[in-house]
């Protein structure tokens, strides 16, 4: 069974930084696509970064040069680290994973099967 636990949200002033991390088990195959959604007071669920089986990464224009998505070698613990943070970037972070190889931070919340329970990150001026 994959189960997917994130930690290292917070609180932090614009500017600062912080790194997310996703611990992921369950998987037989660690060629699995991983990416970072991020849900704001009352928007929808967006991708933010994404990372697939071949370790290519995408980002949404809106964090680019600013996050960077990664993983450990044994392909067991998801990163996303965030600098110069902005108010705009306060929302729940979630991490997601699915059985592909291919994927990309344009898809959309339906194509992963799998979600750690959301972590708080909150920016302030």
């Known amino acids: 069974q994959v189960r997917l636990v994130e930690s290292g949200g917070g609180s932090v002033q614009s500017g600062g930084s912080l790194t997310l991390s996703c611990v992921v088990s369950?998987?037989?195959?660690?060629?699995?696509?991983a990416a970072w959604f991020r849900q704001g007071p009352g928007k929808s669920r967006d991708g933010v970064a994404a990372i697939d089986g071949d370790e290519r990464t995408t980002y949404v224009d809106a964090v680019k040069g600013r996050f960077t998505i990664s993983r450990d070698n044994a392909r067991t613990v998801l990163t996303l680290q965030m600098n110069s943070l902005e108010v705009e970037d306060t929302a729940m972070y979630y991490c997601?994973?699915?059985?592909?190889?291919?994927?990309?931070?344009?898809?959309?919340?339906?194509?992963?099967?799998?979600w750690g329970r959301g972590i708080q990150v909150t920016v302030s001026s």
């Open positions: 997601a994973t699915e059985r592909r190889r291919s994927c990309r931070v344009t898809d959309g919340v339906g194509e992963y099967s799998y």
């Open positions: 369950g998987y037989d195959d660690n060629r699995y696509c």
